[in-house]
């Protein structure tokens, strides 16, 4: 079975921290992604990365970066926290040749 | 750029009985595919079914089936025989195909379903 995991269920962090935010997976897939959610907004795509140290910008990036410096993991950094980026975070992965994204189990992330 | 839309924030339905998830996209795209994705209260999300536009016949997963309405741009889930297990939320999504030379792209999802299974 395809696992993604990622380094925090749940975060508390104050405003102007610098947060990272870890996810790896197991299976050898190309494709990793970092997505937001949030009620009534569903999910966001942040970033994505095709290959190692590869990045692509989604559709909501302002105020975060991301780091694929290996195959099986993507970080994503908040260089400075803010209240609004409170959420929920959710990691995924699928193979180059895949449509399929298989999903971390979130981190919910609180910026006081 | 693509839009899904999911207009009904909340369902419930009796166990065992029928329920049917609406989901609506807007896309000048001719070919792309669609996806129900489910998460349950434990937060894990998975794929439930698929559907790529150029297929006409709609798709089936055991208890799970879409209708898939490409003019009027729809594609709804139905759920039939509802368990308890299918309480979750359910994410409706869009994926463009891939370019020549490009991988699998990004999901655009609708704001989701939350969707209760009563006993």
């Known amino acids: 079975d395809v696992k993604v995991t990622q380094s925090s269920r749940y975060l508390v962090k104050r405003t102007g921290e610098k947060v990272f935010l870890e996810c790896v997976q197991d299976?050898?897939?190309?494709?990793m992604f970092w997505y937001r959610q949030d009620p009534g907004l569903g999910l966001r795509l942040i970033y994505f990365?095709?290959?190692?140290?590869?990045?692509e910008k989604g559709d909501i990036p302002e105020g975060y970066s991301v780091s694929r410096e290996k195959k099986e993991r993507f970080s994503l950094i908040l260089e400075s926290a803010s209240t609004n980026q409170t959420s929920m975070y959710l990691c995924?992965?699928?193979?180059?040749?895949?449509?399929?994204?298989?999903f971390g189990p979130g981190t919910r992330l609180t910026v006081t | 750029a693509q839009t899904v839309t999911q207009s009904q924030p909340e369902m419930s339905v009796q166990e065992a009985e029928t329920v049917t998830l609406s989901c609506t996209y807007d896309?000048?795209?001719?070919?792309?595919?669609l996806f129900w994705y489910k998460q349950p209260p434990s937060r894990q999300m998975i794929l439930v079914i698929r559907?790529?536009?150029?297929?006409?016949q709609n798709a089936t997963e055991n208890r799970f089936s879409v209708n898939f309405q490409k003019a009027a741009k729809s594609f709804s889930l139905k759920i039939s025989d509802s368990q308890l297990g299918d309480t979750a939320m359910y994410f409706c999504?869009?994926?463009?195909?891939?370019?020549?030379?490009?991988?699998?792209?990004?999901?655009?999802f609708g704001q989701g379903t939350i969707l209760t299974v009563h006993p």
């Open positions: 995924a992965s699928s193979l180059w040749t895949s449509y399929e994204q298989y």
């Open positions: 299976m050898d897939h190309e494709n």
């Open positions: 990365s095709y290959d190692v140290k590869m990045k």
């Open positions: 896309t000048s795209e001719n070919n792309y595919y």
């Open positions: 559907q790529e536009a150029y297929k006409q």
């Open positions: 999504a869009f994926m463009k195909p891939p370019a020549g030379g490009t991988s699998y792209g990004k999901l655009t």
